[in-house]
């Protein structure tokens, strides 16, 4: 049960350790690109490629989903970023329970945008969990926990890559516990809540320290992107480090020709940029077809 390409790194996984899968579950088809047509899912498009049955419901709560989910007689169902919520009866209807993998160290990072709220938040360490879903938000008892560093410069993207591979070989060794395995119920101690990211969190406010511009860059790259305005135009801001201390200025001005940019204290260097209907460019390629000199401002 899941939707994006984060989730088909775990279908593969349980493909190649030799499961049979009875069923996959993901998000309907929804109208995306300029053609607006109907587009599958990543995984809805990997099942598929696989020859496995594929079903997309658009919510789970009515009794004949229900009825038609259990009728499936799954030993276990893992859930990877499938976006709609389970109820009871589905929970309840797979004999080892409904297994999820979540992008973080539970109970830290609870919720819908784990990776970009642990970057964002400046976590050095993140990792994933395979928990047992219970009608709680991520509170169910988790099977096992894999650390994983945080780079200086890892994008929620990058990151993302690397915890789907971790995620898919966690849920493979979890399945692999005897059927009896409870799981450890989770600390109430150091909770904290990934809620989704808000359109307002997105605007670059130069005026913060420049750990916390560098953080919002990373942590929404590649999606929803972070972003500023220079000459009547939005641009999404998707990747950029922090050069040598003591380099600084008025917030929001560009201090050279390489688009290092000052905050409320230090400064940020871009170096992937996107205009609207444009694709991303590295700084080099974006200056070239848009120039932004030294002395501009960013607002």
Known sequence: MGAPEFAVVALNALVRAGHDIACVYTQPPRPAGRGQRNRPTPVHRRAGALGLPVRHPVSLKAPQVQAEFAAIGAEAAVVVAYGLILPPPVLEAPARGCLNIHASLLPRWRGAAPIHRAIM????????????????????????????????????????????????????????????????????????????????????????????????????????????????????????????????????????????????????????????????????????????PGGAWLR
């Open 121 to 292: 938040a400046g976590d050095r360490v993140t990792g994933v969990s395979i928990m047992r879903m219970d009608a709680g938000l991520d509170t169910g008892p988790v099977l096992l926990r894999r650390e994983a560093g945080i780079g200086a410069e890892e994008t929620t993207g990058e990151l993302g890559d690397r915890l789907a591979v971790l995620g898919g070989e966690a849920i493979v060794e979890a399945l692999a516990l005897p059927g009896a395995a409870e799981g450890q119920p989770q600390s109430g101690a150091g909770v904290t809540y990934a809620g989704k990211i808000a359109k307002a969190e997105a605007r670059i406010d130069w005026a913060q320290p420049a750990d916390v511009v560098d953080r919002q860059i990373r942590g929404l790259s590649p999606f929803p992107g972070a972003w500023c305005e220079y000459d009547g135009q939005r641009i999404r801001l998707l990747a950029c480090l922090r050069p040598d201390d003591g380099i600084g200025g008025p917030p929001g001005q560009v201090l050279d020709d390489r688009l290092t940019v000052a905050c409320g204290s230090g400064a940020v260097r871009l170096l992937r940029l996107q205009r609207a209907g444009k694709g991303a460019q590295d700084a080099g390629a974006f200056l070239r077809g848009f120039p932004v």
